[in-house]
């Protein structure tokens, strides 16, 4: 027996057969459409699946990545070992009075469209945002003027050992696109937020208006991983891009965007290194030219393919 075939009949019995992948292309799963193979490409259905499968991993000192639902990441060509996490079969949303409450798979836009449905205001700013619940707790994501730690009051997370403890927002540390989630090696399981009642029509109108804006002025056309780079402080890192002349360029088949400055599309069969070099000549032009450094937003993960 492989050691292959030992770790994938081991994970079958946790959850099933059809959870369970073997070498799954994750550019399969990336908004880049970006990424190698994973050894084990694993989609759980309860808390107990996670917790097994996170002891499972500790016991055989197996490498254990969480993927989200791979919106702001990038995952290099040669992929990654071990599991690869993916909760997107969590995905419940349920409320309580002005509560909700939602599972970590569920996407941040769905949740944005429960609020509204339910007269619930303060989650308007999620209604463009890709990312799962458990993706907008990592990088406390945000849009137009709000982000998840003005509305989050406590998540439900499993920590290294595949104990499940509830945390309060505090306790996350969120602050601009960061939080202490990846730090501490939590995998978030739920988020309860805690939102106002608001009218139906004034609550949709404005999601209306913040959707317009985002399909006339952000690249949807072609896969991207969103905005790839944080807010300088006393700048916006797309007019930073803009100024230096780099709209358009690209590397193999990856290319700043025309449309808006501050996103690179994979916009003709790009490689993930391709698409990671190009961040890198963004960042050496924009602080050659402005002395501004541009930190990225977007999470690298994975490793190079070798030739």
């Given at each position: ?6 770790m994938y009949e081991k994970l079958i019995k946790l959850t099933s057969e059809r959870n369970v992948m073997v070498n799954e292309l994750l550019r399969n799963h990336t908004y880049t459409r970006l990424g190698g193979k994973a050894d084990f490409y694993v989609v759980p259905e309860t808390y107990e699946q996670v917790q097994e499968i996170i002891k499972l991993a ?250």
């Amino acid at each position: 027996m492989t050691e292959n075939h030992h770790m994938y009949e081991k994970l079958i019995k946790l959850t099933s057969e059809r959870n369970v992948m073997v070498n799954e292309l994750l550019r399969n799963h990336t908004y880049t459409r970006l990424g190698g193979k994973a050894d084990f490409y694993v989609v759980p259905e309860t808390y107990e699946q996670v917790q097994e499968i996170i002891k499972l991993a500790n016991q055989e000192a197996i490498a254990f990545t969480m993927l989200g639902n791979g919106s702001n990441l990038i995952v290099k060509d040669g992929g990654i070992r071990g599991i690869v996490l993916n909760l997107q079969k969590l995905s419940d949303i349920s409320t309580d009075g002005n509560r909700l409450i939602a599972q970590s798979g569920a996407r941040i836009i769905d949740v944005s469209r429960e609020a509204l449905s339910q007269g619930l205001t303060g989650l308007e700013f999620a209604c463009g945002i890709p990312g799962s619940v458990g993706g907008a707790l990592f990088m406390n994501a945000g849009a137009y003027g709000g982000e998840i730690k003005d509305v989050l009051t406590s998540a439900v997370v499993a920590n290294r050992e595949g104990e499940i403890l509830t945390l309060t927002a505090e306790q996350l540390d969120l602050d601009y696109r960061t939080s202490n989630i990846p730090d501490n090696g939590y995998i978030v399981l739920e988020a309860t937020f805690t939102l106002r009642q608001g009218e139906h029509e004034a609550i949709k109108e404005i999601m209306d208006d913040l959707t317009n804006r985002r399909e006339t002025k952000q690249p949807l056309e072609y896969p991207s991983c969103g905005s790839v780079f944080k807010r300088p402080p006393g700048y916006f890192a797309g007019k930073l891009i803009q100024d230096s002349d780099l709209q358009g360029k690209q590397i193999g088949g990856a290319q700043v965007s025309l449309k808006h400055a501050g996103f690179i599309v994979n916009k003709d069969n790009a490689t993930a290194k391709e698409y990671i070099d190009l961040i890198h000549f963004v960042q050496s032009t924009v602080k050659q030219k402005f002395d501004v450094k541009l930190e990225r937003e977007v999470k690298i993960i994975g490793e190079d393919l070798v030739k």
